[in-house]
Nanobody, 121 residues
């Protein structure tokens, strides 16, 4: 069982940057970790993920703008968001699972509480 807590959300202008962090209650070195985002009335959308080996995966909508990384202890994950767009506005969630990265939220059982990102035009 792993508890996850996100931080770093806030308000940014289009073209700006934010860095989100996800802290785990214990080592997550054996877990794949991912970021999802959700807006009211929409389903959760995969944003980026990092496997236990460090392999990364990104949604097409954020490639070249967002970077997911794990810290050296492998118990935290960050999402560096650059060149933000209003379409990036959402509640961002950190998720973890044993095994490989999956893009469906149904494959994850450990979730953070979310952190809001708002991008103004």
């Amino acid at each position: 069982q792993v508890q996850l807590v996100e931080s770093g959300g806030g308000l940014a202008q289009a073209g700006g940057s934010l860095r989100l962090a996800c802290a785990a209650s214990r080592s997550t070195n054996l877990y794949a970790m991912a970021w999802f985002r959700q807006t009211p009335g929409k389903e959760s959308e995969f944003v980026a993920g990092a496997s236990s080996l460090g392999t990364t995966n990104y949604a097409d909508s954020v490639k070249g703008r967002f970077t997911v990384s794990r810290d050296n202890a492998k118990n935290a994950v960050a999402l560096q968001m650059n060149s933000l767009k209003p379409e990036d506005t959402a509640n961002y969630y950190c998720a973890a699972r044993l095994g490989g990265v999956k893009i469906s939220p149904k494959d994850y059982v450990h979730w953070g509480q979310g952190t809001q990102v708002t991008v103004s035009s």
